[in-house]
């Protein structure tokens, strides 16, 4: 395939060279960049001025002062109250200058450290770091064809693509819903998978007490961590949704103080869909899902002063025929930017996602993706969820798409190198030019030399080749090589070491959990 | 297909609704976005910081003070000797303050008019216009199934598409080589099919004296302009590339000065594929790339000041295992910003691509030209070479990459509205989040009646329904629709008007020329 040995241009002649290739094929086959938490060095894209700022802001001020959210849950409830603001029924109304005093109390950049600390991640700061697509109930691929549900198998391959490409750095929700495990045990199987098959940063759905409690004591045995150590600082993260319009429900809000009671990081994200839950316009929508995340992150500020939040994005558009769903769309760009600018506003850690309304992986997919993936990169976004493997606006999980989107990911990592664009004189190279003159060409000079091994992005998907050798190599288009990748990703994994002792307590308490009956699925 | 009737979700209430619609299929039957010359309102994406840009111009000048660009034509020679520059045989050495005056001279904005005056295109001052594919020499579509030389046919097909798109403002060179038609009249049969088949602005190769003149004198005739009122301002462009490193040939400064002569304007693209042609560093890619075209269009402003001139960009970068040339990397997107800031240090127009090295329109070949767009987008490029229809690294042309390509360049325009991002009291709606509160949905409020319409992009290629609907019409990919999507612009494209007299003209003109022997076909 791609990797396939290829007589180089110039002959290699750095002593370097070799041993860089070497520390390359360690993850495997694949030519991969190492993994890293790059900062995005470039200056956002910001299509709003500061009136425009200011207008959304006080739109999402007027929403939490004069409208009001409702809080489902009574514990928060009882908070709100505690906090002066007011509350009637389920409805909360709040004052700006206290959201924004909460607010302010909430680091603008934090780590969160797994079980191997050097997959330790930072958000904020202007650091980027990429996630698997989670929470798809469908998986599509090649071989079988169609559209099946999910399964942990299936679940448990997705959970091998993330740990093995160093471009994804977290491991988000259920990268495919595995419906073949039972909803009382299935976070307990499903987040021992996780946390053997890989050492990244784990995600805890908030789906109930059992749930968020037995995988904060599952990250906390993964790391050998007392409970003292494991709250000591974030080991994990889970990720909300607000019930839009205006509506926080029980078990998230629940989830998330259980979690920053314990050190732990949530991510607030409304998913404010511009025209159906949201207004038809972005500046509305985005004022929406503004108000609906600092309601809940002034909650947590107020409880926990410190507490590491993340302010979320999810706001797109429908296609206003159809009531469909639309991704990547120019909407979708421009609400990212503009909530880029509202987090830097706030000083808040940002995510975004890399997502489609494409059903399989094509050319639609694939522009669709780069285009949220590269409006993430603009928006100054520094957790970007669904970042590989997502379709059909998130009802399926493909590995296919998984590959193809960890080309482009391994791109946007690149293009966040420094030493791309270096002008010293080395690289303004007025010596090269002058060596080889009018007439020859640079690939045997020893500038070249000296630099080629690591001067250009290199792809281990792509094909450029012409289109006689592309042909004679089968013709293969884009999909079905990355399907193949995939199956060499399967056979190359090495699952990341483990202390027998901690596995045997996670296999321990996976046991007792399910002896005790696993969580409720009455809710 | 896309355009099947579908219900629509909100029933259509306003007046202004059915016009609307009714104006979009006037052209066909695809919902496009309406012609016009956009603005790209982002601040450019910077990645070089002012000693960065001080650094690549100061390589450049170096290199055209000390080591000299080779000037092959023997006119252009004896200009240099005239402006007091230094010839020694073919090189010319120039210093930067005479550079510098001259290229001042250049203005920073310019119309170009075509035969319609309606499809005027401005270049500069924060426009951005884009074209098809240029100068493939091979064809591939899906009917065929595989890589074929070009031929007048497909040639002329490519223009109706030219023609019937409004997203594609300007039209390039040979959208395929027409290898049908005997170079020496080439020329004559394609620019007529270009000038009846379209009304956009139009491009003339700079392939010997004869070609150029007898362009030039059929954009003339297709205008009904005297010489005098052809003369008065571009109505047409050529586009010239550098022998890189360091060569101007000579049937390309002839075309560009007999183009300036008669007030036409004239493009300047290196090819500067760093590893190759060019330094390997990007920095010194760029250096060169500005060195070559700043001593070319030094001597435009020289011979006639103020003369329309474009700096194009084509740094890209090589596979340094295979040497294959690679398109839409991240150095690719990086050497296009780079190159971006570097145009407006000189207050130059900037002409760039959307490119790839993708053999067939799928997967690949989207996010290579996603890339490729967005850094056109992100750098402040003016004019957009190549937009539609590009593969295999500009070896071939293919419609249905045309057809995808529109739909990246329409989403593209979209985002560049100022309405998407407005932040008026209408737009952040705080009266409509009022109305729906926490239990209702947007779809049928009166704020989402005034304006689903125009709220978003309304795609015409994209599929947004959810597998099993696209399942049931045929589980067709991006590729095939739009193949399908190819031969309907085919049969709804009507050919402009042109007035009978200047049809005949441009007939007679052609006889008379081929009569003549056309152009020499000796170099």
């Not at 697509?133 to 469908?138: G, I, Q, T």
């Not at 419906?179 to 053997?196: E, G, Q």
């Not at 789906?207 to 974030?234: C, H, Q």
């Not at 760009?333 to 992986?361: I, K």
């Given at each position: 395939m791609t990797d396939a040995p290829r007589e180089p241009a110039p002959k290699r002649r750095r002593a370097g060279g070799r041993a860089a290739t070497a520390a390359k094929r360690r993850t495997g086959g694949l030519n991969q960049i190492p993994w890293r938490v790059p900062r995005n060095l470039d200056r956002p894209i910001e299509p709003l001025d500061a009136e425009g700022v200011q207008a959304?802001?006080?739109?999402?001020?007027?929403i939490l002062e004069d409208i009001g959210i409702e809080f489902l849950n009574p514990e928060a409830l009882a908070l709100f109250k505690e906090a002066g603001c007011t509350v009637a029924g389920t409805n909360v109304r709040m004052g700006r200058d206290w959201v924004q005093e909460m607010v302010a109390r909430a680091p603008a950049q934090f780590?969160?450290?797994p079980r191997n600390p050097e997959r330790r991640i930072t958000l904020g700061g202007g650091h980027m770091v990429f996630g698997n697509v989670s929470s798809p109930p469908n998986y599509f691929d090649l071989e079988i064809g169609k559209k099946v549900s999910g399964s942990r198998a299936q679940c448990a391959n997705f959970y091998r693509l993330t740990q093995y490409f160093n471009c994804i750095h977290f491991s988000g929700g259920y990268p495919v819903e595995p419906v073949d495990v039972h909803p009382s045990v299935r976070h307990l199987d499903v987040i021992f998978d996780k946390l053997t098959l890989t050492d990244k940063v784990a995600h805890a759905y908030s789906l109930g007490p059992e749930r968020i409690e037995d995988v904060m004591e599952m990250v906390r045995i993964s790391g050998g961590w007392t409970e003292e150590e494991f709250a000591a600082s974030p080991k994990m993260f889970t990720n909300i949704n607000s019930t839009s319009p205006l509506k926080h429900d029980i078990p998230m809000i629940d989830g998330c103080l259980r979690s920053i009671r314990r050190g732990q990081a949530v991510v607030v994200t409304p998913f404010t869909l511009a025209g159906a839950m949201a207004p038809?316009?972005?500046s509305g929508a985005v004022s929406l899902s503004i108000a609906e995340a600092l309601s809940a992150i002034a909650l947590f500020q107020h409880v926990r002063p410190g507490a590491?939040?993340?302010?979320?994005?999810f706001?797109?558009?429908?296609?206003?025929k159809s009531g469909a769903p639309a991704f990547?769309?120019?909407?979708?760009m421009r609400a990212t930017q503009m909530t880029g600018q509202m987090a830097r506003f706030y000083g808040l850690p940002m995510r975004a996602s890399g997502v489609c309304a494409a059903n399989v992986p094509d050319g639609q997919a694939m522009w669709e993706t780069s285009n949220s993936l590269w409006s993430a990169v603009q928006s100054g976004t520094n957790m970007v969820y669904h970042a590989a493997g997502w379709l059909e606006g998130g009802l399926i999980a493909s590995p296919e798409?998984?590959?193809?989107d960890c080309e482009v990911v391994q791109m946007i990592q690149r293009y966040m190198e420094p030493a791309v664009v270096a002008t010293g004189p080395g690289e303004i190279a007025f010596d090269a030019v002058r060596e080889v003159g009018s007439s020859g060409h640079y690939f045997g000079i020893q500038h070249t030399q000296d630099r080629y091994e690591d001067a250009f992005y290199e792809p281990f998907l792509s094909d450029w080749r012409n289109f006689e050798a592309w042909e004679e190599a089968g013709a293969i288009w884009t999909a079905e090589r990355a399907h193949r990748i995939f199956k060499e990703v399967l056979a190359d994994y090495e699952a990341p070491p483990m202390e027998a002792a901690i596995r045997s307590e996670l296999e321990d308490f996976v046991a007792r959990r399910k002896a005790e009956g696993g969580a409720p699925t009455d809710f």
């Amino acid at each position: 395939m791609t990797d396939a040995p290829r007589e180089p241009a110039p002959k290699r002649r750095r002593a370097g060279g070799r041993a860089a290739t070497a520390a390359k094929r360690r993850t495997g086959g694949l030519n991969q960049i190492p993994w890293r938490v790059p900062r995005n060095l470039d200056r956002p894209i910001e299509p709003l001025d500061a009136e425009g700022v200011q207008a959304i802001h006080d739109g999402a001020m007027r929403i939490l002062e004069d409208i009001g959210i409702e809080f489902l849950n009574p514990e928060a409830l009882a908070l709100f109250k505690e906090a002066g603001c007011t509350v009637a029924g389920t409805n909360v109304r709040m004052g700006r200058d206290w959201v924004q005093e909460m607010v302010a109390r909430a680091p603008a950049q934090f780590d969160i450290t797994p079980r191997n600390p050097e997959r330790r991640i930072t958000l904020g700061g202007g650091h980027m770091v990429f996630g698997n697509v989670s929470s798809p109930p469908n998986y599509f691929d090649l071989e079988i064809g169609k559209k099946v549900s999910g399964s942990r198998a299936q679940c448990a391959n997705f959970y091998r693509l993330t740990q093995y490409f160093n471009c994804i750095h977290f491991s988000g929700g259920y990268p495919v819903e595995p419906v073949d495990v039972h909803p009382s045990v299935r976070h307990l199987d499903v987040i021992f998978d996780k946390l053997t098959l890989t050492d990244k940063v784990a995600h805890a759905y908030s789906l109930g007490p059992e749930r968020i409690e037995d995988v904060m004591e599952m990250v906390r045995i993964s790391g050998g961590w007392t409970e003292e150590e494991f709250a000591a600082s974030p080991k994990m993260f889970t990720n909300i949704n607000s019930t839009s319009p205006l509506k926080h429900d029980i078990p998230m809000i629940d989830g998330c103080l259980r979690s920053i009671r314990r050190g732990q990081a949530v991510v607030v994200t409304p998913f404010t869909l511009a025209g159906a839950m949201a207004p038809v316009t972005l500046s509305g929508a985005v004022s929406l899902s503004i108000a609906e995340a600092l309601s809940a992150i002034a909650l947590f500020q107020h409880v926990r002063p410190g507490a590491a939040c993340v302010l979320g994005t999810f706001t797109s558009n429908v296609d206003m025929k159809s009531g469909a769903p639309a991704f990547g769309t120019p909407e979708y760009m421009r609400a990212t930017q503009m909530t880029g600018q509202m987090a830097r506003f706030y000083g808040l850690p940002m995510r975004a996602s890399g997502v489609c309304a494409a059903n399989v992986p094509d050319g639609q997919a694939m522009w669709e993706t780069s285009n949220s993936l590269w409006s993430a990169v603009q928006s100054g976004t520094n957790m970007v969820y669904h970042a590989a493997g997502w379709l059909e606006g998130g009802l399926i999980a493909s590995p296919e798409k998984f590959v193809m989107d960890c080309e482009v990911v391994q791109m946007i990592q690149r293009y966040m190198e420094p030493a791309v664009v270096a002008t010293g004189p080395g690289e303004i190279a007025f010596d090269a030019v002058r060596e080889v003159g009018s007439s020859g060409h640079y690939f045997g000079i020893q500038h070249t030399q000296d630099r080629y091994e690591d001067a250009f992005y290199e792809p281990f998907l792509s094909d450029w080749r012409n289109f006689e050798a592309w042909e004679e190599a089968g013709a293969i288009w884009t999909a079905e090589r990355a399907h193949r990748i995939f199956k060499e990703v399967l056979a190359d994994y090495e699952a990341p070491p483990m202390e027998a002792a901690i596995r045997s307590e996670l296999e321990d308490f996976v046991a007792r959990r399910k002896a005790e009956g696993g969580a409720p699925t009455d809710f």
